[in-house]
């Protein structure tokens, strides 16, 4: 079962470069399919399909000279570096949903004064051909480029950049000005039109062809006579005969043979960035999520009886009407006898005490098995389908460890550590002790089995209709394991998404988001200061984790209750929540336990809830949890907020706004186009009121200094005119902790206001 350990701390997928082939494919003016790709040299090793034993190092090389990685070409004199987003030097992939945009820069550059050309390629994975699209120049030899990804899946990218010599050659004929300067520049021009119809094919060849032969022609009035009377072209000549030289210079001017000389460039000496970077797209619930946690086994409408599948779908249109797309259930595998935990985690259990689903396996089955008591197999594919027409997903736990009574301990034996005395070794914590669970040995050495064995568990639960899986621990399993599995799940699976619950180190956080989870519990239910908040979320959002590592803020969970919401009543338990749901776009909450706004913990400096729904059933009754005790309608309300303005729905646009009060926190979120903007504003104390000045970048805002803007608080529905970056805010915690304004800046007077839904 999963434990927060102790939290201490705050806070190139390397291939040969895109094809610099003498006659390359054809590049058109928009994004378009080009060359097929070479076969990359020095790759990363994939994932095998089967693990790989590894091999013991090998001795220490003699010193030698350092072979360059390639052959070198002395004419390609492009310079690629500092491309972004790389991923510790494309090691790893960056992560992106379906319809996202990827914004890829770099530093380009050559010596001296020649102009370059600069194209972003990218593909799907698997795909031959490159897809290219133009680069453009920012400041200072920065390069930048987009593409966007529009299936599920990996896709690559690379950037390939040449000398390019048209540009350089129009660039100085635009700048000459001697008419013999310009005789000789057009006859190079010439040159270089003839080269590129000889690339191209059909109307463009020949139109090529037709102005490299114009850029040195001879108008003059013989050239007339020879060609006749005719008016029109005797007005045509007129005008151009006496400045046949400048005609000449802007036919080399041109757009449109700039157009057909870009597609069709000389790339003998292009050269590639000399990695292929990767980027998996996950499903839309990979960024923007809202999970609900329940235990199936308390959702019977009888006091003290077993719930069921059957009885979960009673709770489907609740959950859908709070707004939560995502529906967690703890494990639902049977649970060990032995050694099986009584009522708050006691170790003499009642006869009928049901134990910790956490402690999976008995005579009935595994970890492809469910609890008789929740029902069958075909009952849980029900509900997976029932809960996909109320459009929620269902969400399944999965932790790998075992009861002592596991049919794996029996079967597998090996695959457990066993101490000097013959018992196998518990799971421990110290001072904790899971006496109830035996963790996997993964230095077994049969751990090839063990690695096809657990990812058969995840194939198994997808068959079954199961797309996201929150993981249990996963810091305390191999990260080779996990790197290969997901990769192996993702390949027939695209839209699988994985949640590590992985309370512990950062770097060990950060290196499962890389290996290829969707998204990651934080310290969040720890960061309760203005100042807490504001460095661990500017962390998450804007370092570069943003590119790989997607927070999922939790207040609570069944194994997490903090100190705050032990204390701080209803205002913290409100405030904890908006917090939670605004800063980040994947949040949950341990469902019955919020709403109701449990907060007694089992003992004095504990986390841990009294009467743990980890270790007993307990009835939820729906009048408590509808009833004027429960914070239902204010979680509908968030969730619906949420939802309806997609600046909600990403997490690197959120941006930090001074307030001269430190119990008041101000943050906003706004889209690319600035058309939804949200800022909110919450009390962090949950005892007084507490009031202040903000001071808002008006620029991250889109507001005009000059101009008054209106701010709808779409939690109470109150409207206010503002002015500047100074505005009055005072917050009583017992009536409203937070505001959360929707902006509207295109105000001219206060009689111009907008009625807001949300």
């Known amino acids: 079962m999963s434990k927060k350990s102790t939290v201490d701390e705050k806070k190139r997928v390397s291939a040969e470069p895109a094809p610099a082939v003498a006659k390359a494919a054809i590049h058109q003016e928009?994004?378009?399919?080009?060359?097929?790709?070479?076969?990359?040299?020095?790759?990363?090793?994939?994932?095998?399909?089967?693990?790989?034993?590894?091999?013991?190092?090998?001795?220490?090389?003699?010193?030698?000279?350092?072979?360059?990685?390639?052959?070198?070409?002395?004419?390609?004199?492009?310079?690629?570096?500092?491309?972004?987003?790389?991923?510790?030097?494309?090691?790893?992939?960056?992560?992106?949903?379906?319809?996202?945009?990827?914004t890829v820069e770099a530093d380009v550059f050559t010596d001296g004064h020649d102009a370059l050309s600069c194209l972003l390629q990218y593909r799907k994975a698997g795909e031959t051909v490159w897809r290219e699209t133009p680069m453009r120049v920012l400041v200072n030899d920065r390069w930048r480029g987009e593409f966007q990804v529009q299936e599920l899946g990996r896709y690559e990218y690379t950037i390939l950049a040449w000398v390019d010599a048209f540009n350089s050659w129009?660039?100085?004929?635009?700048?000459?000005?001697?008419?013999?300067?310009?005789?000789?520049?057009?006859?190079?021009?010439?040159?270089?039109?003839?080269?590129?119809?000889?690339?191209?094919?059909?109307?463009?060849?020949?139109?090529?062809?037709?102005?490299?032969?114009?850029?040195?022609?001879?108008?003059?009035?013989?050239?007339?006579?020879?060609?006749?009377?005719?008016?029109?072209?005797?007005?045509?000549?007129?005008?151009?005969?006496?400045?046949?030289?400048?005609?000449?210079?802007?036919?080399?001017?041109?757009?449109?043979?700039?157009?057909?000389?870009?597609?069709?460039?000389?790339?003998?000496?292009?050269?590639?960035?000399?990695?292929?970077?990767?980027?998996?797209?996950?499903?839309?619930?990979?960024?923007?999520?809202?999970w609900y946690e329940l235990f199936p086994r308390s959702c019977s409408s009888v006091p003290g009886k077993h719930g069921t599948f059957k009885d979960c779908e009673t709770w489907l249109p609740r959950i859908a009407?709070?707004?939560?797309?995502?529906?967690?259930?703890?494990?639902?595998?049977?649970?060990?006898?032995?050694?099986?935990?009584?009522?708050?985690?006691?170790?003499?259990?009642?006869?009928?005490?049901?134990?910790?689903?956490?402690?999976?396996?008995?005579?009935?089955?595994?970890?492809?098995?469910?609890?008789?008591?929740l029902g069958t197999l075909d009952d849980f594919r029900r509900l997976v389908q029932k809960a996909k027409e109320h459009g929620i997903a269902i969400a399944l736990d999965i932790a790998l460890q075992c009861a002592p009574d596991h049919p794996y301990v029996q079967q597998h034996p090996d695959w457990f550590r066993w101490r000097p005395d013959g018992t196998v070794q518990y799971a421990e914590n110290p001072p904790k002790k899971y006496q109830d669970i035996y963790p996997f040995n993964f230095e077994t050495p049969d751990w090839r089995a063990l690695w096809d064995e657990i990812k058969s568990i995840f194939e198994f639960w997808v068959v079954q209709g199961v797309r996201i899986f929150r993981v249990d621990n996963p810091h305390t399993k191999p990260f080779a394991m996990w790197e290969w599995l997901i990769a192996e799940i993702k390949q027939t699976t695209p839209d699988a998404i994985f949640l590590a619950e992985a309370f512990t180190r950062p770097k060990v956080m950060h290196r499962l988001?890389?290996?290829?989870?969707?998204?990651?519990?934080?310290?969040?239910?720890?960061?309760?200061?203005?100042?807490?908040?504001?460095?661990?979320?500017?962390?998450?959002?804007?370092?570069?984790?943003?590119?790989?590592?997607?927070?999922?803020?939790?207040?609570?969970?069944?194994?997490?209750?903090?100190?705050?919401?032990?204390?701080?009543?209803?205002?913290m338990f409100m405030s904890r929540l908006i917090l939670a749901a605004t800063m980040t776009a994947n949040y949950g909450i341990y469902g019955p336990a919020y709403e109701l706004m449990e907060h007694v913990a089992v003992k004095h400096g504990s986390e841990e809830?009294?009467?743990?729904?980890?270790?007993?059933?307990?009835?939820?009754?729906?009048?408590?949890?509808?009833?004027?005790?429960?914070?239902?309608?204010?979680?509908?309300?968030?969730?619906?907020?949420?939802?309806?303005?997609?600046?909600?729905?990403?997490?690197?646009n959120l941006r930090f706004h001074k307030m001269d009060n430190e119990q008041l926190i101000c943050y906003s979120k706004a889209t690319a186009n600035l058309a939804n903007v949200i800022l909110v504003v919450v009390n962090l104390d949950p005892n007084y009121t507490q009031a202040g000045w903000t001071e808002l970048d008006l620029k991250e805002l889109g507001l005009d200094l000059h101009h008054p803007f209106q701010v709808h608080d779409l939690l109470s529905g109150a409207h206010y005119l503002w002015h500047g970056p100074r505005n009055y805010v005072e917050l009583n915690p017992h009536r409203m902790p937070a505001h959360v304004f929707r902006i509207r800046s295109s105000l001219h007077t206060e009689q111009d206001f907008d009625t807001f839904d949300g």
């Open 30 to 102: 928009k994004p378009a399919v080009v060359a097929p790709a070479a076969k990359p040299a020095a790759a990363t090793e994939p994932a095998p399909a089967k693990p790989a034993l590894a091999e013991p190092p090998a001795p220490e090389p003699a010193v030698e000279p350092a072979t360059p990685a390639r052959a070198v070409d002395g004419r390609q004199r492009v310079i690629i570096e500092g491309v972004t987003p790389e991923l510790d030097g494309g090691r790893f992939a960056v992560k992106r949903t379906v319809g996202d945009t990827v």
């Open 609 to 652: 809830y009294l009467d743990s729904e980890k270790y007993q059933v307990r009835h939820r009754d729906f009048q408590a949890l509808d009833g004027p005790g429960s914070l239902r309608d204010f979680i509908a309300l968030v969730n619906r907020i949420r939802q309806r303005n997609p600046a909600l729905h990403t997490d690197p």
């Open 513 to 571: 988001a890389k290996l290829g989870y969707s998204q990651s519990y934080t310290y969040y239910a720890w960061r309760n200061t203005k100042e807490e908040l504001t460095e661990y979320l500017t962390e998450l959002t804007q370092g570069p984790g943003a590119e790989y590592f997607r927070p999922n803020f939790w207040p609570n969970t069944p194994d997490i209750l903090t100190e705050a919401l032990q204390f701080g009543g209803k205002p």
């Open 321 to 373: 009407a709070m707004g939560f797309d995502v529906l967690y259930f703890p494990p639902i595998h049977p649970v060990g006898r032995v050694n099986r935990k009584g009522k708050n985690n006691t170790l003499t259990p009642g006869p009928d005490d049901v134990g910790s689903p956490w402690a999976i396996g008995s005579s009935e089955g595994g970890h492809k098995d469910i609890l008789p008591a």
């Open 170 to 290: 129009r660039h100085d004929l635009s700048r000459w000005v001697q008419a013999e300067d310009i005789a000789i520049a057009l006859r190079v021009g010439e040159q270089l039109v003839s080269k590129a119809a000889s690339r191209a094919a059909g109307e463009d060849a020949r139109w090529l062809t037709q102005r490299a032969g114009e850029l040195t022609s001879s108008r003059d009035l013989e050239y007339r006579r020879q060609l006749g009377l005719d008016e029109h072209l005797a007005d045509l000549m007129a005008r151009y005969g006496s400045r046949d030289l400048e005609y000449r210079r802007q036919l080399g001017l041109d757009e449109h043979l700039a157009d057909l000389m870009a597609r069709y460039a000389d790339r003998t000496l292009a050269l590639g960035y000399g990695k292929e970077l990767a980027v998996i797209v996950d499903d839309e619930r990979a960024r923007f999520s809202s």
